[in-house]
């Protein structure tokens, strides 16, 4: 499956942006899905995830609150929802696929597929 992230941009501090993620191929109970981000000079880090289903959803503490993760496997799209944006959320923002048994996955190394991210910055 190939992954593409977009929706990315300048937002002011306390704006909003919602970041899609479209998939190539069918990911409708195949693929547990993640958003994580890479802000400058920090490694990779979990955003928030989804169940193949979508009924469970996690999220790192910086953001919960604040972002929203939401799937249409009918669609084959993933979605973050981000709100009451801060610039310490200033990264590029990748999805991420996971064709693991199991129902929600935190690390890099548990997803198979990556799309090629797409910029966020938000300014203070």
């Known amino acids: 499956v190939q992954l593409q992230a977009f929706g990315g941009g300048l937002v002011q501090a306390g704006g909003s942006l919602r970041l899609s993620c479209a998939a190539s191929?069918?990911?409708?109970?195949?693929?547990?899905m993640g958003w994580f981000r890479q802000g400058p000079g920090k490694e990779r880090e979990i955003v928030a995830v989804?169940?193949?289903?979508?009924?469970?959803?996690d999220y790192a503490d910086s953001v919960k609150g604040r972002f929203i993760v939401s799937r249409d496997n009918a669609e084959n799209s993933v979605y973050l929802q981000m709100n009451s944006l801060r610039p310490e959320d200033t990264a590029v923002y990748y999805c991420a696929a996971s064709s693991r048994v199991g129902v929600l996955f935190y690390s890099t190394g548990s997803y198979n597929y990556w799309g090629q991210g797409t910029l966020v910055t938000v300014s203070s």
């Open positions: 989804i169940s193949r289903s979508g009924a469970s959803t």
């Open positions: 191929g069918r990911i409708s109970s195949n693929y547990v």
